[in-house]
């Protein structure tokens, strides 16, 4: 997103993302994390103010849905067309929000947080993939 010209509104809510952002991490690094499904919320809030093409009719459909069905808050994650949702539900909720999001036609993914930074996962030396191929 490009913005033009300075706008007093969009460089405000620019400081409330940025602001949202320290205290989640400030939350997660005390463990409080039950507390991300609202700063997630708050995020996504905000940052459909700054722009009418950050979301569109599906998306918000969506996350309106996710949010009716346990999710506490999301994050759209990716651009151009394709992307993640990731959303945050309380305990107990996560299959009903799955199955709720399937029926829109979209499908879970498992993820996890990689603790321990870049490394490589393909070695093409030691590999029956040769780049070329």
Request: net charge positive; hydrophobic share 35%; charged share 30%.
């Amino acid at each position: 997103m490009k913005i033009k010209k300075p706008d007093f509104e969009i460089e405000q809510n620019l400081h409330q993302i940025k602001s949202i952002g320290l205290d989640t991490k400030k939350y997660l690094e005390t463990g409080k994390v039950d507390i991300l499904g609202e700063m997630l919320h708050r995020h996504w809030e905000s940052k459909k103010k700054l722009s009418s093409k950050m979301t569109d009719p599906f998306i918000d459909e969506c996350y309106e849905i996710a949010r009716k069905n346990g999710a506490m808050g999301g994050k759209l994650i990716g651009a151009g067309g394709g992307g993640f949702f990731m959303f945050y539900c309380a305990d107990g909720k996560k299959t009903a929000l799955s199955n709720a999001l399937i029926k829109m036609g979209l499908r879970r993914e498992r993820f996890g947080i990689d603790w321990d930074g870049a490394r490589i996962m393909l070695n093409t030396k030691n590999s029956l993939f040769k780049p070329g191929n």
